[in-house]
T-cell receptor
């Protein structure tokens, strides 16, 4: 069964600190992996998308990594800001042609002043 | 401002009532999607449309119907709402005929919070 698991479920960090969120997936065949940020009461917004051949991609203070061999991805947030408080969702695209997106349940991050 | 709008923002509905959630995008995207988001679960695809005039079933289509009369609008209808349909509903769109391809980023609307009593 295609699954995406994220850890931790929730996280509290102090403003200015770094953090890393984890995503493990059992999706086959793999097409690409995306990280979304979802603010409370809003829809998800794409941060990064990585295909099989990419192992690192950055978007400002957000850096995503992908290890297709171990089926793991991480999202590293540098110098956190209060506005980083949100849920971060890992999404894996499976298959070719009609590709299904498998969503993780997200990591809820709270950045505290 | 280009994007996706959804209406209503929230709704409380009696069980058995009919309800249509509206979704409009102005990005001229070909593909549109409806998801539901429940606590402790990832977003789940209800229905999708690859282009105007065509629709398909997602992971959890039962109890829902959609139509795609034109490019911009993709309404979701609950014919007879049940409490298990209490959820937050997100509409999304993407600019690719290659459904879910590597560059097929999905843009999400703000969501509709639906409570069925």
């Amino acid at each position: 069964k295609n699954q995406v698991e994220q850890s931790p479920q929730s996280l509290i960090i102090l403003e200015g600190k770094n953090c890393t969120l984890q995503c493990n997936y059992t999706v086959s065949p793999f097409s690409n992996l995306r990280w979304y940020k979802q603010d409370t009461g809003r829809g998800p917004v794409s941060l990064t998308i990585m295909t099989f051949s990419e192992n690192t991609k950055s978007n400002g203070r957000y850096t995503a990594t992908l290890d297709a061999d171990t089926k793991q991805s991480s999202l590293h947030i540098t110098a956190s800001q209060l506005s980083d408080s949100a849920s971060y969702i890992c999404v894996v695209s499976a298959g070719t042609g009609f590709q299904k997106l498998v969503f993780g349940t997200g990591t809820r991050l709270l950045v505290s002043p | 401002i280009a994007g996706i709008t959804q209406a209503p923002t929230s709704q409380i509905l009696a069980a058995g009532r009919r309800m249509t959630l509206r979704c409009t995008q102005d990005m001229r995207h070909n593909a549109m999607y409806w998801y539901r988001q429940d606590l402790g679960l990832g977003l789940r695809l209800i229905h999708y449309s690859n282009t105007a005039g065509t629709t398909g079933k997602g992971e959890v289509p039962d109890g829902y119907s959609v139509s795609r009369a034109n490019t911009d609008d993709f309404p979701l209808t609950l014919a007879s709402a049940v409490p298990s349909q209490t959820s937050v509903y997100f509409c999304a769109s993407s600019d690719s005929l290659s459904f879910g391809g590597p560059l097929n980023e999905q843009f999400f609307g703000p969501g509709t919070r639906l409570t069925v009593l």
